[in-house]
């Protein structure tokens, strides 16, 4: 266990996390050059595509330094965005030591501090290297200043490097080797291993990275998971190589992969504990909670016909994520679907993307929701997240919504733009503090429904992408809300409906008028799209009708005949108005969604 090193690599997004691991994996010839390319962790095209990180992986790194002492070094990359805050949270704790990484030509940044916190929060050694320094625009005396100002490390400690030239590189694994401890932990005790993360292979089940804490895992052990209670038999253990490395077990301090036949992701579940069956540990490693979605969207098929083709789609990406949830639902005008569970907007913005990527899917969500909760008069509390379950006005007592802290870290520069926008978003309690000089921690209580809208996207523009945002759900507190339907020529539109705050209802209505207007196309008939509250119109627009020139053939003569053909005409348009159908295309449920161009 003295020559084992686990380690994990943060930074601010771009920063070149995903180039640091490729020096890294290079350098240890765990490929061919021939086999290699960039962002070799990153296996999804989409992780490619975005510069994101969306799952954990891990590799181990064989390293040998100058007094010839042999080493394991073994690093667990993670993802860094919010709504994966308790992925990454697992993952840093099966960690004793992290790189944190930051740009020469940007400084330090929001992210960077909110990482620094998390790797504070669980102990772990700091080693600071500063990126990209062979770029013409790095400015490292700077940077240094900035390491030693806001994150408050020694910045002679700051090692130099460069994820593209391979600079620094011996530097910073030295560095590890001598600043990160070796792993606690007893062979000798009962198993207890940590879960990071799973992902499922389909020839194998569910694979789990895993840390182990104490004792030892072997293949041929049964194991059990202690949140669900389940057991298995261990098929294979080992360690990632890039590849699966098979081994005959894996002892304390090391990180490694279970197989045990395991069929979906979701009996695995992150923070879990695994142990043996016959000599369990007494009670499980702390920090283990259940993942539970925030943000709900119905989506449904494009074609009636693709709804068994969506259905399988889903269960095939349930394998892989095991934090969606969804259940049947149904529309009147989009037919059969899924009301689906998530973390996040960012995790839905995935799904979406992965199932009309990867599974071949054409899709149409309806607008993020979240759970509210009704108190009636008989003294029933219902809690609903699909405004098409919204109970009769007449037997609601009171409502409430759920409500979040969230913390948004900026330069000082933004400070009056974002209270403002805060307060748009019906904020309240607000608190700040400086952490650093120049820079401000503003602390917000919100409704979480004025946040999955398009907060985080006005947020970024506000404070030209240098704001950081962090929340947690608080509690439920009381609020007005109404359910605005939206109609088309008279008829509800189910899936168009929203829950929202009385006073946001005008605005919220006027602006998805306009948007359908744009988009539904025109009739021979004027078609009026309204937003209503129960009974009362509060918002309208109307799509102007076709007009045909019934009176071309007409050539002078008297008025009275041209007037003839125009009654004639407007008494069809009337008829027609009255059975005709309105077809409302796939684009207007899309156009609803996204947020205004300001």
Do not use: W
């Amino acid at each position: 266990m003295e020559q084992i090193r686990n380690f994990s690599i943060i930074a601010h997004i771009d920063h070149g996390k995903s180039t640091l691991a490729d020096r890294f994996i290079q350098r240890a010839k765990l490929v061919e050059d021939r086999d290699f390319h960039n962002q070799m962790l990153d296996t999804m095209d989409i992780e490619r595509e975005r510069g994101i990180t969306i799952k954990s992986q891990t590799v181990c790194l064989p390293y040998t330094n100058k007094t010839g002492e042999e080493f394991i070094l073994n690093l667990i990359d993670t993802p860094g965005h919010v709504d994966f805050s308790y992925e990454v949270s697992r993952a840093l704790a099966s960690c004793e030591g992290v790189l944190l990484l930051v740009d020469a030509t940007q400084g330090v940044q929001a992210q960077t501090l909110a990482n620094l916190y998390a790797a504070l929060e669980h102990n772990l050694a700091i080693i600071p290297v500063i990126n990209k320094i062979d770029s013409p625009s790095a400015d490292v005396e700077h940077t240094k200043e900035e390491i030693e100002t806001e994150l408050g490390l020694d910045a002679d400690e700051a090692i130099l490097a460069s994820g593209k030239t391979g600079a620094g590189m011996e530097e910073i694994l030295e560095a590890i080797t001598r600043h990160i401890p070796p792993p606690s932990g007893d062979s000798t005790k009962p198993l207890a291993a940590l879960v990071f993360d799973a992902k499922y292979d389909p020839f194998r089940g569910a694979i789990i990275s895993c840390r182990i804490v104490d004792g030892t895992l072997r293949t041929g052990d049964t194991i059990r998971l202690m949140s669900l209670g389940t057991t298995h038999r261990v098929e294979e253990v080992g360690v990632f190589r890039i590849a699966r490395e098979k081994r005959k077990e894996i002892h304390a301090g090391e990180v490694g992969y279970v197989i045990a036949g395991i069929k979906t992701v979701s009996d695995t579940r992150i923070g879990d504990t695994i142990t043996l069956e016959d000599n369990p540990v007494a009670t499980p490693l702390p920090g283990f909670r259940e993942v539970k979605p925030v943000v709900f969207s119905s989506v449904y098929p494009m074609e009636a016909e693709d709804f068994d083709s969506l259905s399988d789609a889903l269960e095939r990406y349930k394998l892989n994520d095991a934090s969606l949830i969804y259940q049947k639902d149904s529309s009147q005008v989009l037919g059969q679907g899924f009301r689906c569970g998530f973390l996040g907007l960012l995790h839905l913005e995935i799904f979406q993307e992965r199932l009309e990527r990867e599974f071949a899917q054409s899709i149409i969500m309806t607008a993020p929701s979240v759970e509210y909760r009704f108190l009636l008069k008989n003294g029933e509390t219902l809690t609903i997240d699909n405004p098409q379950n919204y109970p009769d006005p007449i037997a609601i007592e009171g409502a409430t919504e759920p409500y979040i802290k969230a913390t948004i870290l900026m330069p000082d520069r933004y400070m009056g733009a974002v209270m403002k926008l805060c307060l748009d978003k019906r904020g309240e309690n607000s608190h700040f503090s400086y952490p650093v000089p120049g820079r401000i921690e503003l602390v917000f209580e919100l409704p979480l429904a004025e946040v999955v809208f398009d907060f985080y996207d006005k947020l970024k523009s506000v404070t030209q992408g240098y704001g950081s945002f962090d929340y947690e759900l608080i509690d439920y507190r009381k609020s007005d809300l109404v359910k605005l339907d939206i109609l088309v020529n008279g008829d509800k539109v189910d899936a168009l409906a929203i829950v929202v705050h009385k006073d946001r209802a005008h605005s919220r209505a006027a602006s998805v008028c306009e948007k359908l207007r744009k988009e539904i196309p025109r009739h021979l008939f004027k078609i009026a799209i309204q937003g209503a509250i129960g009974g009362k119109i509060i918002a309208r627009s109307t799509v102007a009708p076709f007009r045909k020139d019934v009176t071309a053939k007409c050539y002078g003569g008297d008025i009275t005949r041209k007037r003839k053909l125009l009654e004639k005409q407007a008494k069809g348009k009337k008829k027609m108005r009255s059975v005709g159908q309105v077809m409302i295309p796939q684009s207007a449920f899309v156009a609803v969604l996204k947020t205004d161009e300001e």
